[in-house]
C-alpha cells in the first residue's frame, strides 16, 4: 500500500477518490438534507409574484351618498426580484427617459439635488427656508427655533413643550416642523432616516460618529453611486435619475420582493411604450390600481380630511410593520386620518410559475385585493352643500354690504365688514347628537392632495397673516379648533344657574341703564348707544332683547337698581354658572372622532395663572423700559428678577410695599422707572388677579373668559332643545360588515324642575319672532317656528399687519414725526446686532428702535394705534320646530359685526332640513350595513 501511494498513478487515484466521496457527500446534502430547502429556492427562480393594490374604502353620507371614493389609474411598478445592478441600473434608466420624454410625473424621494457641482439635501434646504419665512437665524437648531416661537407668541413659560407646541397649533395655527419629543426639526429626522437606510448615518459610520456629523450632500451623492454600482461613466445628472428610482425600490425595505411605485396615473402613450418594450424590462409592469376621488371637491373637506405621504420618520410604522408601500398615501386629517387602518384594504396577490422567457406556465397560488371598509358618515351631503353655500354667501355679502338671497326671503346685509371671512357653522340632531353638517370657511379641494400635493399648492393653504391667529386659513376646522367667546348665546346657561337658585321667571327687573364697577360702566347697548333703558322685564323678555342688566342681577342674585338681594334659596357664583356650563357640554370635550380644540370653563386658578404668565411678558417685552441695561443684557439674572415680582401676584401687596420691595431688594429696576413700574404691577394685574364684580358680570353674558367652539355651541343647543339630555357628538352612523354603532345613554342635566327649560325656550321663541327680538328679521316669517339666541362677542386687541416693518415705513410720520425711517432701520438693525437673545426678529426689533429714538414718548399703545381693531364677532343658535326640536344649529362669523348678521345661515340650514325630511323620507335609515 505504501508503495502504491510513493507512486505518482496511486496519488492520484486517491486523489480522485477523495474527490469522488466529496461529490457524492455534498450530492447527499443538497439532495437528501437541504432538498426542500433548494427545491423552495428553485421554485422561487421560476416563480413570479403580482400584486393588486386594493381600493379605499369609501366615505359616505348617512344616505350612502359619495364623499370620498376611488377612481382607476395606472400606475408603473418596478420589481427588482434577482436583477443585478447592471441590469437594473439599465432599466430604471430606460424608464425615467420613457416617463420624461411622454412629460410624465414620478416620484422624486431622493433628498439630494444637484445646482451645477453644487449638491444639497434637500431636507437642508426645507428648513433653512422654514427659518427664514420665520425671520429666525438660518442656523437656528430645532430647540432655539421652539424658544423663539415660544417668546414671539408669548407661551406661558409654565407650560411643558408639549403643551407649548399645542398652543402654537390650536391658537396661532403654527404648525413648527419640529419634533418636540426628540427636539429636532422633523426634515433632520427624515435625514436621519435616509442615510439610515444606507448605512450612511452618523451614528453608523464610525468617522462621523466621533465628530458627530453628517456626510454631506456631495459625499453621500458619490457613496450611494458606489452603493448602487452605477458605472463611473454615466454623468451624475443621469446617475442622480437611476438612484431616484432605486431608492423608490430600496425604501420597501425587507418588503422589497414587492413592486415598487414609480409614477401614478400614467398616459396611455406610456403604457403601450412600455407594453411593447416588456421583453427587454420584465422588471416593470404597469398596474390598474384605484385612486383616491373625491366628487364633490372642497365639500365636508374639514370632515373627510386628506392623504399625504409616509414621511420618513413614519416609515418604520407603516411600511416595516403595517405593511405598506413607502409610497402609499395615508390620511392625515380628518375621518381619513381617524380611520386610515379601517378605510385601507389588504393587497391582493397573485403567485405564478414562468419558464426561462418569462411566459406563464401556470397560476400556484392567488388571493384576492380586498377592499378596505366603507365608512358612513352621520352628515347629510346635500345639507352639508346647502350649509358650505349658505356660509360663502353670507361672507361674501358682510364684506360688501350685500344681500343674502334666499329662498325664505332675503337679507339686507345694511354695514359692510370686509374682514368677515372666516366662520363655521354645525347642525346637530337633537335626540342622538349626530353631525347633520359642519361647514368651515375657508375651506380647500382634497384632491389637491390625492397624488401628494405641490409645495405651491400647500403654501396656498397655510394661514394668510401667521401674526394674526383669526386670518383664514384653509386647512383649519373653525367649527371644531376655534374657541371664542359667545356673547350672549351663553345667556341661558346663566338662565339656568339662577333658575336652579331660586330666580322666579315671571318676576320683573328693572334696567337702570348701567352699573359702575370702580371707573367701569356695565350696561347693554342700548345704554351705551343712547343712554337708553329696556324697563320692567321678566326672563322671557330679557332674553328677547338680551339685556345684559337683567343678566348682573340675575348672575349675582341682586336687583342693583333698588339694591335689594333677589332672595335665591340658594346662592349663586361664577362657580355654579360654569358647572352648568360644563353640564350642557361647554369646555369639555365633545366626544366627536377628529380632533377638537377644548379650552375650560373659567376657574379662579386659571385666571390666576393667566395674570401671571401676561404680567411675565409684559415685562420681559419692556424690559429696557424698566430694567438696567446690565440686568437686560443678562437673561438669566432678567427672567430671576421678573420671576420675583411676578410672585407677588397672589399676595397683592399694596403700591407702597411694592414700591419698598422694587426699591430694597436690588432687581436691577430703573430708579426714575420704580414708581411707574409699581403701578403696572398693582393697578393692572394684581388687583385684578382674583375675581372681581367685573368678572362675574362678563362671564354671565358669554364674555370674559367663556371660549366655546361652534360644536360645542350646537351641543349645548341641543342639549335645551333635547330636555337637558346632553349626547356625545359623533360623525360615525356606521362602518361596513360592523354591528350597528351603540351609542352610550346620554346625561340629563341636574335640575329641579324641567320646567325651567320650557321657561327659557319661552325666551327664544321671542328671540325669533317677538316683537323686540333679534332674529325676527330674519325667522319672523318662517313657516316654522325657530327658538333662537343671537350673541355679538367683543374681541380687544388690534390685528397685527403680516409685516411690522412695512407697517412701521408706511405710518412713521403719524407715529413720530421727527424720525426718518433710515434712522429707524439704523437703530432696528444695531439692536439685532448687540441684543441678538432680546431681539431676535425684525417685528420685535422695529418696534423698540422707535421707542427708543422717540426718547420714550412713543409707547407700544402709539405704535398700534394704526392698526386694525377687530369688529365683533357674530353668534346665532337656532333649532326647530321650537316646541319639539329635531335640529340644532350654531353659526360663528370671525368679525361679522352684529350677531343677526349670522341668522340667514342657520336659517337656510334648518329649512333644507326640514325639506330634506320630507324629501327622503322613504329611506330606511335602519338599513343594516353589510
Given at each position: 500500500?505504501?508503495?502504491?501511494?510513493?507512486?505518482?498513478?496511486?496519488?492520484?487515484?486517491?486523489?480522485?477518490?477523495?474527490?469522488?466521496?466529496?461529490?457524492?457527500?455534498?450530492?447527499?446534502?443538497?439532495?437528501?438534507?437541504?432538498?426542500?430547502?433548494?427545491?423552495?429556492?428553485?421554485?422561487?427562480?421560476?416563480?413570479?409574484?403580482?400584486?393588486?393594490?386594493?381600493?379605499?374604502?369609501?366615505?359616505?353620507?348617512?344616505?350612502?351618498?359619495?364623499?370620498?371614493?376611488?377612481?382607476?389609474?395606472?400606475?408603473?411598478?418596478?420589481?427588482?426580484?434577482?436583477?443585478?445592478?447592471?441590469?437594473?441600473?439599465?432599466?430604471?434608466?430606460?424608464?425615467?427617459?420613457?416617463?420624461?420624454?411622454?412629460?410624465?410625473?414620478?416620484?422624486?424621494?431622493?433628498?439630494?439635488?444637484?445646482?451645477?457641482?453644487?449638491?444639497?439635501?434637500?431636507?437642508?434646504?426645507?428648513?433653512?427656508?422654514?427659518?427664514?419665512?420665520?425671520?429666525?437665524?438660518?442656523?437656528?437648531?430645532?430647540?432655539?427655533?421652539?424658544?423663539?416661537?415660544?417668546?414671539?407668541?408669548?407661551?406661558?413659560?409654565?407650560?411643558?413643550?408639549?403643551?407649548?407646541?399645542?398652543?402654537?397649533?390650536?391658537?396661532?395655527?403654527?404648525?413648527?416642523?419640529?419634533?418636540?419629543?426628540?427636539?429636532?426639526?422633523?426634515?433632520?429626522?427624515?435625514?436621519?432616516?435616509?442615510?439610515?437606510?444606507?448605512?450612511?448615518?452618523?451614528?453608523?459610520?464610525?468617522?462621523?460618529?466621533?465628530?458627530?456629523?453628517?456626510?454631506?450632500?456631495?459625499?453621500?451623492?458619490?457613496?450611494?453611486?458606489?452603493?448602487?454600482?452605477?458605472?463611473?461613466?454615466?454623468?451624475?445628472?443621469?446617475?442622480?435619475?437611476?438612484?431616484?428610482?432605486?431608492?423608490?425600490?430600496?425604501?420597501?425595505?425587507?418588503?422589497?420582493?414587492?413592486?415598487?411605485?414609480?409614477?401614478?396615473?400614467?398616459?396611455?402613450?406610456?403604457?403601450?411604450?412600455?407594453?411593447?418594450?416588456?421583453?427587454?424590462?420584465?422588471?416593470?409592469?404597469?398596474?390598474?390600481?384605484?385612486?383616491?376621488?373625491?366628487?364633490?371637491?372642497?365639500?365636508?373637506?374639514?370632515?373627510?380630511?386628506?392623504?399625504?405621504?409616509?414621511?420618513?420618520?413614519?416609515?418604520?410604522?407603516?411600511?416595516?410593520?403595517?405593511?405598506?408601500?413607502?409610497?402609499?398615501?395615508?390620511?392625515?386629517?380628518?375621518?381619513?386620518?381617524?380611520?386610515?387602518?379601517?378605510?385601507?384594504?389588504?393587497?391582493?396577490?397573485?403567485?405564478?410559475?414562468?419558464?426561462?422567457?418569462?411566459?406563464?406556465?401556470?397560476?400556484?397560488?392567488?388571493?384576492?385585493?380586498?377592499?378596505?371598509?366603507?365608512?358612513?358618515?352621520?352628515?347629510?351631503?346635500?345639507?352639508?352643500?346647502?350649509?358650505?353655500?349658505?356660509?360663502?354667501?353670507?361672507?361674501?355679502?358682510?364684506?360688501?354690504?350685500?344681500?343674502?338671497?334666499?329662498?325664505?326671503?332675503?337679507?339686507?346685509?345694511?354695514?359692510?365688514?370686509?374682514?368677515?371671512?372666516?366662520?363655521?357653522?354645525?347642525?346637530?340632531?337633537?335626540?342622538?347628537?349626530?353631525?347633520?353638517?359642519?361647514?368651515?370657511?375657508?375651506?380647500?379641494?382634497?384632491?389637491?392632495?390625492?397624488?401628494?400635493?405641490?409645495?405651491?399648492?400647500?403654501?396656498?393653504?397655510?394661514?394668510?397673516?401667521?401674526?394674526?391667529?383669526?386670518?383664514?386659513?384653509?386647512?383649519?376646522?373653525?367649527?371644531?379648533?376655534?374657541?371664542?367667546?359667545?356673547?350672549?348665546?351663553?345667556?341661558?346657561?346663566?338662565?339656568?344657574?339662577?333658575?336652579?337658585?331660586?330666580?322666579?321667571?315671571?318676576?320683573?327687573?328693572?334696567?337702570?341703564?348701567?352699573?359702575?364697577?370702580?371707573?367701569?360702566?356695565?350696561?347693554?347697548?342700548?345704554?351705551?348707544?343712547?343712554?337708553?333703558?329696556?324697563?320692567?322685564?321678566?326672563?322671557?323678555?330679557?332674553?328677547?332683547?338680551?339685556?345684559?342688566?337683567?343678566?348682573?342681577?340675575?348672575?349675582?342674585?341682586?336687583?342693583?337698581?333698588?339694591?335689594?338681594?333677589?332672595?335665591?334659596?340658594?346662592?349663586?357664583?361664577?362657580?355654579?354658572?360654569?358647572?352648568?356650563?360644563?353640564?350642557?357640554?361647554?369646555?369639555?370635550?365633545?366626544?366627536?372622532?377628529?380632533?377638537?380644540?377644548?379650552?375650560?370653563?373659567p376657574t379662579a386658578e386659571k385666571k390666576m395663572e393667566q395674570m401671571k404668565s401676561t404680567l411675565?411678558?409684559?415685562?420681559?417685552?419692556?424690559?429696557?423700559?424698566?430694567?438696567?441695561?446690565?440686568?437686560?443684557?443678562?437673561?438669566?439674572?432678567?427672567?430671576?428678577?421678573?420671576?420675583?415680582?411676578?410672585?407677588?401676584?397672589?399676595?397683592?401687596?399694596?403700591?407702597?410695599?411694592?414700591?419698598?420691595?422694587?426699591?430694597?431688594?436690588?432687581?436691577?429696576?430703573?430708579?426714575?422707572?420704580?414708581?411707574?413700574?409699581?403701578?403696572?404691577?398693582?393697578?393692572?394685574?394684581?388687583?385684578?388677579?382674583?375675581?372681581?364684580?367685573?368678572?362675574?358680570?362678563?362671564?354671565?353674558?358669554?364674555?370674559?373668559?367663556?371660549?366655546?367652539?361652534?360644536?360645542?355651541?350646537?351641543?349645548?343647543?341641543?342639549?335645551?332643545?333635547?330636555?337637558?339630555?346632553?349626547?356625545?357628538v359623533s360623525l360615525i352612523r356606521a362602518i361596513e360588515g360592523t354591528k350597528p354603532i351603540e351609542?352610550?345613554?346620554?346625561?340629563?342635566?341636574?335640575?329641579?324642575?324641567?320646567?325651567?327649560?320650557?321657561?327659557?325656550?319661552?325666551?327664544?321663541?321671542?328671540?325669533?319672532?317677538?316683537?323686540?327680538?333679534?332674529?325676527?328679521?330674519?325667522?319672523?316669517?318662517?313657516?316654522?317656528?325657530?327658538?333662537?339666541?343671537?350673541?355679538?362677542?367683543?374681541?380687544?386687541?388690534?390685528?397685527?399687519?403680516?409685516?411690522?416693518?412695512?407697517?412701521?415705513?408706511?405710518?412713521?410720520?403719524?407715529?413720530?414725526?421727527?424720525?426718518?425711517?433710515?434712522?429707524?432701520?439704523?437703530?432696528?438693525?444695531?439692536?439685532?446686532?448687540?441684543?441678538?437673545?432680546?431681539?431676535?426678529?425684525?417685528?420685535?426689533?422695529?418696534?423698540?428702535?422707535?421707542?427708543?429714538?422717540?426718547?420714550?414718548?412713543?409707547?407700544?399703545?402709539?405704535?398700534?394705534?394704526?392698526?386694525?381693531?377687530?369688529?365683533?364677532?357674530?353668534?346665532?343658535?337656532?333649532?326647530?320646530?321650537?316646541?319639539?326640536?329635531?335640529?340644532?344649529?350654531?353659526?360663528?362669523?370671525?368679525?361679522?359685526?352684529?350677531?343677526?348678521?349670522a341668522g340667514p345661515v342657520a336659517r337656510e340650514v334648518i329649512g333644507k332640513y326640514l325639506q330634506?325630511?320630507?324629501?327622503?323620507?322613504?329611506?330606511?335609515?335602519?338599513?343594516?350595513?353589510?
Amino acid at each position: 500500500m505504501e508503495k502504491v501511494l510513493k507512486s505518482r498513478y496511486g496519488q492520484i487515484v486517491l486523489v480522485i477518490i477523495v474527490l469522488m466521496v466529496i461529490l457524492f457527500l455534498r450530492l447527499f446534502i443538497l439532495t437528501v438534507m437541504q432538498n426542500e430547502e433548494w427545491k423552495e429556492q428553485a421554485t422561487n427562480i421560476s416563480t413570479k409574484s403580482i400584486y393588486t393594490k386594493a381600493p379605499r374604502g369609501e366615505i359616505l353620507d348617512r344616505y350612502g351618498r359619495v364623499i370620498a371614493g376611488n377612481k382607476q389609474a395606472f400606475t408603473l411598478q418596478i420589481n427588482a426580484g434577482e436583477s443585478t445592478d447592471k441590469e437594473l441600473n439599465r432599466v430604471c434608466s430606460e424608464v425615467v427617459k420613457i416617463l420624461e420624454k411622454n412629460n410624465e410625473k414620478y416620484f422624486d424621494n431622493l433628498p439630494i439635488i444637484m445646482q451645477g457641482n453644487k449638491f444639497s439635501y434637500t431636507y437642508d434646504n426645507d428648513v433653512k427656508e422654514w427659518l427664514s419665512e420665520q425671520e429666525m437665524p438660518t442656523n437656528f437648531t430645532a430647540q432655539e427655533a421652539f424658544d423663539e416661537l415660544k417668546i414671539r407668541y408669548e407661551i406661558d413659560e409654565s407650560l411643558d413643550k408639549y403643551e407649548a407646541q399645542s398652543e402654537l397649533q390650536n391658537v396661532y395655527k403654527i404648525y413648527p416642523p419640529i419634533s418636540v419629543k426628540n427636539m429636532a426639526f422633523l426634515k433632520e429626522l427624515d435625514k436621519q432616516s435616509f442615510l439610515g437606510r444606507y448605512s450612511l448615518d452618523k451614528e453608523t459610520l464610525t468617522e462621523k460618529k466621533e465628530k458627530k456629523t453628517d456626510l454631506s450632500a456631495k459625499e453621500a451623492f458619490y457613496r450611494l453611486r458606489t452603493y448602487f454600482k452605477i458605472d463611473p461613466m454615466i454623468s451624475n445628472e443621469q446617475a442622480r435619475k437611476i438612484m431616484v428610482v432605486r431608492n423608490e425600490i430600496k425604501s420597501m425595505g425587507f418588503r422589497k420582493y414587492l413592486p415598487a411605485d414609480i409614477a401614478k396615473g400614467i398616459s396611455d402613450k406610456t403604457i403601450v411604450e412600455i407594453e411593447e418594450r416588456s421583453a427587454e424590462m420584465p422588471q416593470v409592469k404597469v398596474v390598474s390600481e384605484t385612486m383616491r376621488f373625491y366628487p364633490n371637491a372642497n365639500t365636508a373637506a374639514h370632515i373627510i380630511g386628506y392623504l399625504g405621504q409616509i414621511s420618513e420618520s413614519d416609515k418604520e410604522y407603516y411600511v416595516d410593520k403595517l405593511g405598506y408601500n413607502s409610497n402609499d398615501l395615508i390620511g392625515k386629517e380628518g375621518i381619513e386620518s381617524a380611520y386610515e387602518t379601517t378605510l385601507k384594504g389588504k393587497d391582493g396577490i397573485k403567485n405564478v410559475q414562468v419558464n426561462a422567457v418569462g411566459e406563464l406556465v401556470r397560476t400556484i397560488s392567488e388571493t384576492e385585493p380586498e377592499k378596505g371598509k366603507d365608512v358612513y358618515l352621520t352628515i347629510d351631503l346635500e345639507l352639508q352643500k346647502t350649509a358650505e353655500d349658505a356660509l360663502e354667501q353670507a361672507l361674501k355679502q358682510i364684506q360688501v354690504g350685500g344681500t343674502f338671497k334666499s329662498q325664505y326671503g332675503n337679507f339686507h346685509y345694511s354695514k359692510a365688514f370686509k374682514n368677515a371671512n372666516v366662520g363655521a357653522v354645525v347642525a346637530i340632531e337633537v335626540e342622538t347628537g349626530d353631525v347633520l353638517a359642519m361647514a368651515s370657511a375657508p375651506d380647500f379641494d382634497p384632491n389637491l392632495f390625492a397624488t401628494g400635493i405641490s409645495k405651491e399648492a400647500w403654501n396656498s393653504l397655510q394661514s394668510q397673516n401667521p401674526r394674526d391667529y383669526m386670518a383664514p386659513a384653509p386647512l383649519y376646522n373653525v367649527a371644531t379648533m376655534t374657541p371664542v367667546q359667545p356673547g350672549s348665546t351663553f345667556k341661558m346657561v346663566t338662565a339656568t344657574a339662577a333658575l336652579e337658585s331660586g330666580l322666579d321667571p315671571n318676576r320683573r327687573l328693572h334696567d337702570g341703564g348701567r352699573i359702575m364697577v370702580g371707573n367701569r360702566p356695565y350696561a347693554c347697548l342700548i345704554w351705551h348707544k343712547n343712554g337708553g333703558s329696556h324697563g320692567n322685564i321678566n326672563l322671557a323678555e330679557a332674553l328677547e332683547v338680551s339685556c345684559n342688566y337683567y343678566f348682573y342681577d340675575v348672575a349675582t342674585g341682586k336687583d342693583y337698581y333698588k339694591g335689594v338681594s333677589l332672595g335665591y334659596r340658594t346662592p349663586i357664583s361664577i362657580d355654579i354658572i360654569t358647572s352648568y356650563a360644563e353640564q350642557y357640554g361647554l369646555g369639555k370635550p365633545t366626544g366627536i372622532e377628529i380632533p377638537e380644540r377644548v379650552v375650560g370653563v373659567p376657574t379662579a386658578e386659571k385666571k390666576m395663572e393667566q395674570m401671571k404668565s401676561t404680567l411675565r411678558l409684559d415685562l420681559k417685552s419692556k424690559s429696557e423700559k424698566f430694567f438696567r441695561k446690565d440686568v437686560v443684557k443678562n437673561e438669566t439674572k432678567l427672567s430671576r428678577s421678573i420671576d420675583t415680582i411676578v410672585g407677588w401676584t397672589e399676595e397683592n401687596p399694596t403700591k407702597n410695599q411694592i414700591v419698598d420691595r422694587l426699591t430694597n431688594m436690588n432687581l436691577g429696576v430703573k430708579e426714575n422707572m420704580i414708581d411707574s413700574l409699581a403701578d403696572l404691577c398693582k393697578y393692572t394685574y394684581f388687583n385684578y388677579a382674583n375675581w372681581t364684580l367685573g368678572d362675574e358680570f362678563n362671564i354671565a353674558i358669554g364674555q370674559g373668559e367663556n371660549s366655546y367652539t361652534p360644536l360645542q355651541m350646537a351641543n349645548y343647543l341641543a342639549t335645551i332643545g333635547n330636555k337637558g339630555v346632553h349626547n356625545k357628538v359623533s360623525l360615525i352612523r356606521a362602518i361596513e360588515g360592523t354591528k350597528p354603532i351603540e351609542k352610550e345613554p346620554g346625561t340629563k342635566v341636574k335640575l329641579s324642575d324641567d320646567r325651567h327649560l320650557n321657561e327659557i325656550i319661552a325666551g327664544m321663541k321671542m328671540v325669533a319672532t317677538g316683537p323686540k327680538g333679534s332674529l325676527k328679521g330674519v325667522f319672523g316669517n318662517f313657516p316654522v317656528q325657530v327658538a333662537g339666541k343671537s350673541g355679538t362677542a367683543e374681541r380687544s386687541g388690534k390685528m397685527h399687519p403680516p409685516d411690522e416693518v412695512a407697517y412701521i415705513k408706511q405710518h412713521l410720520r403719524q407715529i413720530n414725526s421727527r424720525l426718518s425711517f433710515d434712522q429707524v432701520e439704523a437703530e432696528m438693525n444695531r439692536l439685532m446686532k448687540e441684543e441678538p437673545d432680546t431681539y431676535r426678529t425684525k417685528d420685535g426689533a422695529i418696534r423698540q428702535a422707535v421707542i427708543n429714538l422717540s426718547n420714550g414718548s412713543v409707547n407700544y399703545e402709539k405704535i398700534d394705534a394704526y392698526k386694525s381693531n377687530y369688529d365683533n364677532f357674530a353668534w346665532v343658535l337656532a333649532m326647530a320646530p321650537a316646541d319639539h326640536p329635531k335640529i340644532a344649529v350654531a353659526v360663528m362669523i370671525v368679525q361679522g359685526g352684529t350677531a343677526g348678521y349670522a341668522g340667514p345661515v342657520a336659517r337656510e340650514v334648518i329649512g333644507k332640513y326640514l325639506q330634506l325630511d320630507k324629501t327622503y323620507e322613504d329611506f330606511n335609515l335602519n338599513t343594516t350595513i353589510q
